[in-house]
């Protein structure tokens, strides 16, 4: 069982460029959740989604794009990135909403714009 | 609305010491809180949750929080410290009114434990 898995780990982006942080679970879990985790800030939702087909806005959507085509995979859509979305990004999953149950995350993916 | 503060960015104690890493929270419905813990380079992990019942809650690895509504409190304690306990932990407040789907962290304490 591999529960939330995310790929790259790594990633050097130039300013401008795009790319797409991809989030697959197993657990046929609803709810899916993208976090940004910068030093001392603790984690910051960027988007969430409570099933296939429905996404809503978290705290710092802004710069990020997702969507939710399947119970499965929910990716992280960067466009022209910014020296300030240098973070490290968490994809987790629950059952129920993240506000009652146990969400598990994923490894991360650390990310650095120049 | 909800918030958390978690007192003290970096704790350090002695191996077999007490750890104790302070939450307070704000709500306006009753609360669901968490402690989740992520040790170097790894994802987060559920440590102990509090939804409803018991306001002493046991968790993995020893460790257990008490929920004081009065207080507004859900602080982390551990009788005796092992160098493995060395991570940070996060505090979590998420609200128990349905539709509220989120959950809010704190910014975390860091743990050391001295040999």
């Known amino acids: 069982n591999a529960g939330v898995t995310q790929t790259p780990k790594f990633r050097i982006l130039k300013i401008g460029q795009s790319m797409t942080l991809q989030c697959t679970q197993d657990?046929?879990?609803?709810?899916m959740y993208w976090y940004r985790q910068d030093p001392g800030m603790g984690l910051k939702l960027i988007y969430y989604s409570v099933g296939a087909g429905i996404t809503d806005k978290g705290e710092v959507p802004n710069g990020y794009n997702v969507s939710r085509s399947t119970t499965e995979d929910f990716p992280l859509r960067l466009e022209l990135a910014a020296p300030s979305q240098t973070s490290v990004y968490f994809c987790?999953?629950?059952?129920?909403?993240?506000?009652?149950?146990?969400?598990?995350f994923g490894p991360g993916t650390r990310l650095t714009v120049l | 609305a909800q918030s958390v503060t978690q007192l003290g960015s970096h704790v350090s104690v002695s191996e077999g010491a007490l750890v104790l890493l302070r939450c307070n929270y704000s709500s306006s419905v009753p609360p669901y809180l968490f402690w989740y813990v992520q040790y170097p380079n790894q994802g987060l992990q559920l440590l102990l949750k509090y939804t409803t019942g018991a306001t002493l809650v046991k968790g993995i690895n020893g460790f257990e929080a008490e929920f004081k509504k009065s207080e507004t409190s859900f602080h982390l304690t551990k009788p005796s410290a092992h160098m493995s306990d060395a991570a940070e932990y996060f505090c979590?407040?998420?609200?128990?009114?349905?539709?509220?789907?989120?959950?809010?962290f704190g910014t975390g304490t860091r743990l050391t434990i001295i040999p």
């Open positions: 979590a407040v998420g609200l128990s009114n349905f539709g509220n789907e989120k959950l809010t």
């Open positions: 657990m046929n879990h609803n709810y």
């Open positions: 987790a999953s629950s059952s129920l909403g993240a506000s009652r149950d146990t969400q598990y």
